[in-house]
């Protein structure tokens, strides 16, 4: 038997062994006979009746975690290649881009000459990195790609000034690829983060924005967002350039209505507070340096993003990251507040231990943490804590569920 768990809360836990069902260690019956069996529409609606109620208790706040699994779409129990690039599915198309040792970057007429990664590598004193069927191993181990990206920015600042050029080249070439391939067009018929944004916009009264908080780069919540018609509080102005400020996110939308007798506010359905927590591929400094400016996408220029590397952490205490990492953590404080996570792997330990102080401090916060596998063969440090915390009786659920799948629809959207 090979049982694999769909949702987990405090002693709930239901689960599917090929075509059955358990509750805990208790087969699933379409009633005492068991002879009409129970089929998966049966489970799916089990499963929605229970997460409704842990979400639906009238919260004040929402905030709505979105990490690299939020933009996965699966085609024919395959990842569909257009979305979802994992920092693994990066490495690999880093290392064959770089391959020829040449690279032509956007506006440029002609290539410019880079290094491999191996030959980086090598001169880095990183390990002999092979790619050995598809995966890259480094002295024959799985090949860590933030780690490499940590060396070798280390390694650039201290270079040959003779040299600096093509290391800087090399560096710029990584980033490229990296925004190239992390930019994706929304696509309502294959992403179904607008479905997920209405659910959740409709468990809150008017007047409390969802917070919609993310790492990844790309723009599918705010492109999701417009085509619903939502208003998005990003932390920069509505001005013709817009900057980041902060102070953007204390704002709401509303307008007075008179009648006879009162005079009140009423405030703009649809509004959302966005949190790019590691930035964006529209995100620039101004020219003078001094601000951060958004852009259309596919403006010429470098994105204020972190890149992955294991200096992550440090790089979150940087303008404009630091703000927002502060206002999410404030976010998290809150009394009476539920917070959802969709394609997290808690990998990140900035972000983990942020959010697992939150659970271990504030008892009115409740935590359903959704992912493609909710039993992983190797859950790191930080998903192990929450589980242990789970035993505990702090208020966190488990659901297997993917953004792009089903997530919207256990949520008790349509």
């Not at 990998?347 to 359903?368: E, G, K, V, Y």
Request: hydrophobic share 35%.
């Amino acid at each position: 038997m090979n049982k694999i768990p769909f949702y987990k809360a405090n002693n709930l836990i239901l689960s599917k062994d090929d075509d059955k069902f358990y509750e805990g260690d208790t087969l699933l019956k379409k009633d005492e006979s068991g002879g009409t069996g129970y089929s998966s529409d049966d489970f799916d609606q089990l499963i929605r009746g229970v997460v409704s109620e842990f979400i639906d208790q009238s919260f004040d706040h929402i905030v709505f975690l979105v990490g690299a699994g939020g933009s996965v779409v699966m085609r024919d129990e395959e990842l569909d290649p257009n979305y979802g690039k994992t920092v693994a599915m990066l490495s690999i198309t880093v290392f064959s881009q770089l391959r020829e040792q040449s690279f032509r970057f956007p506006n440029d007429k002609e290539d410019k000459e880079v290094f491999s990664i191996p030959e980086m590598s090598e001169a880095i004193r990183y390990g002999e990195i092979t790619n050995k069927d598809g995966d890259l191993l480094v002295d024959g181990k799985p090949f860590n790609f933030e780690d490499f990206l940590s060396k070798l920015l280390t390694y650039i600042e201290f270079v040959d000034i003779n040299e600096k050029a093509k290391w800087e080249d090399s560096r710029r070439a990584i980033y490229t690829i990296i925004e190239r391939e992390t930019s994706y067009n929304y696509d309502s018929m294959k992403l179904k983060h607008a479905a997920v944004l209405n659910t959740l916009s409709k468990k809150l009264s008017s007047e409390n924005k969802l917070c919609v908080v993310t790492t990844n780069y790309d723009t599918l919540l705010e492109d999701a967002a417009d085509k619903q018609g939502y208003t998005v509080f990003d932390g920069f102005s509505f001005s013709r350039i817009p900057k980041f400020d902060d102070d953007m996110f204390e704002w709401h939308l509303s307008k007075h209505v008179s009648n006879v007798k009162t005079r009140e506010n009423i405030y703009k359905d649809q509004v959302i507070d966005l949190l790019k927590i590691h930035g964006s591929l529209t995100w620039r400094r101004s020219e003078d340096g001094e601000s951060v400016i958004r852009l259309a996408k596919g403006t010429e220029g470098e994105p204020v993003m972190i890149f992955p590397s294991s200096s992550k952490y440090m790089q979150s205490y940087q303008q404009p990251y630091f703000e927002l990492f502060s206002r999410f953590q404030e976010l998290l404080k809150q009394p009476n507040t539920l917070l959802i996570t969709s394609g997290f792997s808690f990998a990140d330990d900035h972000i983990s231990r942020m959010i697992i102080q939150a659970i271990t401090h504030n008892p009115s916060l409740f935590t359903l943490i959704s992912d493609y596998s909710i039993n992983p063969e190797k859950p790191n440090n930080n998903w192990q804590k929450l589980m242990s915390m789970q035993d505990e009786t702090y208020s966190i659920a488990f659901l297997k569920a993917t953004l792009n799948d089903n997530l919207a629809f256990y949520m008790g959207g349509q």
